[in-house]
């Protein structure tokens, strides 16, 4: 039997005391942090930095849109299990700090430090955010963060799901790959590298949680289009 989703009123306070003990935890660490971030990274300096702060914005905007709409998502059936949920959250989450947390050893560039390079990274960000609210907003009260089904859960086939299957995932990896390509260094394409593993396990999941679902339904709208990226996955 699958695991009942946690009720709203639990996920609010989860979120409510994440916020607050991230809060909290900036205030202590600034002291520290500050210091080693003045001697040790180089990124924000004026010459080509700002695109790394500009880097962060999508991921902002996406985390208050999908804070937002989370609230018109249909009641769910059935879940995957909360152990399952937690790798994923565990990998997307260090796969985004290891791309803008500068780590010694891993700061070798494996791209130029050049704003044009910096601004072909932006420009994927922007796409990617698009894509995966113009994919949400389709997709409308069967999305979930988790893998789950839906009361009176509809195989959605228009907007961009005509051309992927999984069009917020291929969203969200575009966002890491701007993130990356922003970044230019090696610490960030380690953290892409995660963030791929992450998505290619979930989609995997999604695969055979849609085909249980829908049955040969599914099994032709896979047989019809890609995954991730049309015509190669």
């Known amino acids: 039997m699958a695991d009942q989703p946690p009720t709203k009123s639990s996920n609010q306070t989860v979120r409510y005391a994440a916020t607050a003990g991230a809060f909290v935890g900036a205030l202590l660490a600034r002291p520290v942090i500050k210091p080693w971030m003045d001697k040790h990274v180089s990124v924000f300096s004026p010459a080509h930095g700002w695109p790394v702060i500009a880097s962060f914005v999508p991921w902002v905007i996406f985390s208050i849109y999908w804070e937002i709409e989370a609230k018109n998502s249909a009641p769910a059936v059935s879940s995957e299990s909360k152990l399952s949920r937690g790798v994923h959250v565990v990998l997307a989450n260090a ?32 796409a990617g955010l698009a894509l995966a609210i113009w994919a949400r907003r389709v997709l409308g009260r069967n999305w979930s963060g988790e893998i789950t089904i839906k009361a009176d859960h509809e195989l959605i086939r228009n907007g961009p799901y005509r051309l992927v299957r999984h069009p917020i995932y291929t ?63």
């Open 95 to 126: 796969a985004l700090l290891l791309m803008i947390v500068p780590i010694r050893g891993l700061n070798q560039r494996f791209l130029p430090d050049a704003l044009i390079v910096k601004l072909i990274g932006l420009v994927a960000e922007c």
């Open 171 to 233: 969203a969200l990896l575009a966002m890491y790959a701007g993130t990356a390509i922003v970044s230019g260094q090696m610490h960030a394409l380690v953290g892409l590298a995660l963030a791929i593993i992450a998505y290619l396990r979930k989609t995997q999941l999604e695969e055979a949680n849609l085909y249980n679902a829908f049955g040969e339904k599914y099994g032709a709208y896979r047989n019809e289009t890609s995954a991730l990226v049309p015509g190669v996955y």
